[in-house]
């Protein structure tokens, strides 16, 4: 279609060191370096409330006097208070809309009803999920739009990841995140496992080490995602959530069922396999491409790495090392986007 242009609409970000808006803000930057047009303002990255309210006020806007008839716009899903107002003034300027979802409202903070979520995406034309099962629960709550699926958040950095190889079957599990035994209490379990065959290192705020009653952690504090992928010292990426070693429990650990977690794409980067929830949304796509362990229950770890030869590891390590170089590229986001415009 002449004139036809592929746009986004950027905002204000409060820090990028939280994976939402790290994947948010890496996803502009693969659109911006494939020619997309960003119809807001520039991106900025204020932490100050008010002025961040102010900025993302102005640039859709802005956004709305800029569209075209024929403009096809990327959304962000959650977009504050103004994804449904923009939705309407793309379609009534004749531009089309394709929305990639981040976070359902319905699901992890219950802010809206599941009824109200999908009022709201059916402004959308186009939908991009997480995962299989996401595509599968939208279409069951009558989206009634066409849905696409992501498979995994690509994950943008210049860092580079060091090749840790195991000595003598001695793994080092690692956990990335909030390590407070209110979020994940599930780590002071696996810590305290008996007989324990693995190392645990631990990266993030958060720790408890009373909780832990002498069970030997390595706890490596904060550190940011680039230092990370450039320094991790762990075999294997944890993806769970929740209070228990069987996995799903918890709002989080129920809401992996659906969500491909960020913090996956980020082991993935750090060259590492990942241990993930055998019913988790993202283990089909661990089973397909052998990229690590799918478990219902941690209490297995023990005896399945016990038994892992350091050829299984090497090559699970070299499909981990294929994966992120597409994800270091945009690769993922680039093709559901492709064939979300194939419905418009």
Not at 45 to 50: C, G, V
Request: glycine share 6%; aromatic share 10%.
């Amino acid at each position: 279609m002449k004139g036809m242009r592929n746009c986004y609409l950027s905002r204000n970000y409060k820090g990028v060191n939280g994976a939402g808006n790290k994947a948010k803000t890496d996803i502009e930057q693969v659109m911006k370096q494939n020619g997309y047009v960003n119809v807001g303002f520039p991106q900025t990255r204020y932490t100050n409330t008010i002025l961040s309210f102010f900025v993302t006020l102005a640039s859709v806007l802005k956004a709305c006097f800029s569209l075209k008839k024929g403009d096809r716009l990327v959304l962000q899903y959650p977009l504050k208070k103004y994804f449904t107002f923009v939705c309407r003034v793309a379609h009534w300027k004749g531009a089309k809309v394709v929305t990639i979802i981040h976070d359902l409202g319905s699901f992890r903070s219950k802010r809206l009803t599941v009824s109200q979520e999908i009022h709201r995406l059916r402004h959308s034309d186009v939908i991009i999920a997480h995962s299989e099962s996401m595509k599968n629960w939208l279409e069951a709550q009558h989206l009634q739009r066409p849905v696409v699926v992501l498979e995994i958040f690509d994950y943008l950095s210049d860092s580079k990841a060091s090749d840790t190889l195991p000595q003598e079957n001695e793994y080092k599990v690692m956990f990335a995140g909030v390590l407070s035994p209110k979020h994940n209490a599930f780590l002071y379990k696996l810590a305290k496992l008996p007989a324990r065959v693995f190392k645990i290192v631990l990266y993030g705020s958060g720790l408890d080490k009373e909780s832990l009653e002498g069970a030997v952690v390595e706890d490596k504090g904060f550190v940011t995602s680039d230092e990370l992928i450039q320094t991790a010292e762990g075999h294997f990426g944890l993806v769970w959530y929740g209070p228990e070693l069987e996995g799903g429990n918890g709002p989080l650990g129920e809401y992996l069922q659906y969500n491909a977690p960020h913090k996956m794409s980020l082991y993935l980067r750090c060259n590492c396999p990942v241990i993930i929830w055998d019913k988790a949304a993202l283990a089909p796509f661990v089973k397909k491409h052998q990229l690590g362990l799918c478990l219902s229950s941690l209490a297995e770890l023990n005896q399945v790495l016990s038994e892992m030869s350091v050829d299984d590891y090497c090559n699970m390590k070299k499909n981990v090392q294929e994966i992120s170089a597409r994800l270091a590229q945009g690769y993922y986001v680039n093709t559901a986007l492709q064939s979300a415009f194939k419905f418009i």
